[in-house]
């Protein structure tokens, strides 16, 4: 599944319209954002993961799709189901992004 790029204009209605969400919050000068990268997208890719909506937010020009999540340090993942946000965490380390996946099912 392709990742779906959000801003505030459109990310309540990606999270309302989809029942399991995770978001990557990210800044263009975050570099551990951008090496985590590749492997949001094979995460995106995963068939465990094909009833998962992947939304990238960058967290800098987005700041109301920040706050839903309570952001503070990037890059911060979320997961939402049902539009109720259940985790966030501010991490560069895959497992804990799968851990938060895995708990949508």
Do not use: H, Q
Request: proline residues 4%; hydrophobic residues 45%; negative net charge.
């Amino acid at each position: 599944m392709s990742i779906v790029v959000a801003t505030d204009n459109d990310f309540n209605d990606a999270i309302a319209s989809n029942d399991k969400v995770v978001v990557k919050y990210f800044a263009n000068w975050c570099g551990s954002c951008k090496l985590f990268s590749p492997k949001y997208k094979r995460l995106s890719n995963d068939e465990r993961f094909s009833d998962v909506t992947f939304l990238d937010v960058n967290a800098e020009e987005n700041p109301e799709a920040r706050k839903v999540a309570e952001v503070n340090s990037l890059p911060f993942f979320a997961v939402f189901k049902g539009g109720k946000l259940l985790e966030g965490a501010a991490t560069s380390l895959e497992p804990k992004v799968v851990e938060m996946i895995e708990s949508l099912a």
